[in-house]
């Protein structure tokens, strides 16, 4: 059974650029993790610094072994976090 993680993410207009490039490349980085089965960023239409990830690993020990790593601490950590006014983060199985 498939884990799978949507996160809302906010930042301030000015830091949209930002944000932007740190997920692009946190994306790359996820990609090529074993556990990761699909990881999407977009940008949310007519809500600057608005964006939405979707995220799918091959179960939740996938997903802390994602936390858990080195380009996640660097990038999303210390670049994206510090940046977001809101943050929300469903998280499920696939049924």
Not at 16 to 32: F, G, I, S, Y
Not at 60 to 83: D, N, T, Y
């Amino acid at each position: 059974m498939a884990y799978t993680v949507v996160a809302h993410y906010r930042c301030a207009p000015q830091d949209e650029a930002t944000v932007r490039a740190a997920l692009v490349k946190a994306r790359e980085a996820t990609r090529a993790e074993p556990a990761n089965l699909m990881y999407e960023v977009h940008a949310v239409e007519g809500e600057p610094g608005g964006f939405l990830l979707y995220e799918r690993y091959t179960d939740r020990e996938g997903f802390e072994a994602h936390k858990a790593s080195a380009h996640f601490a660097e990038v999303i950590v210390g670049v994206v976090l510090p940046l977001l006014t809101e943050r929300t983060i469903t998280f499920g199985e696939v049924i």
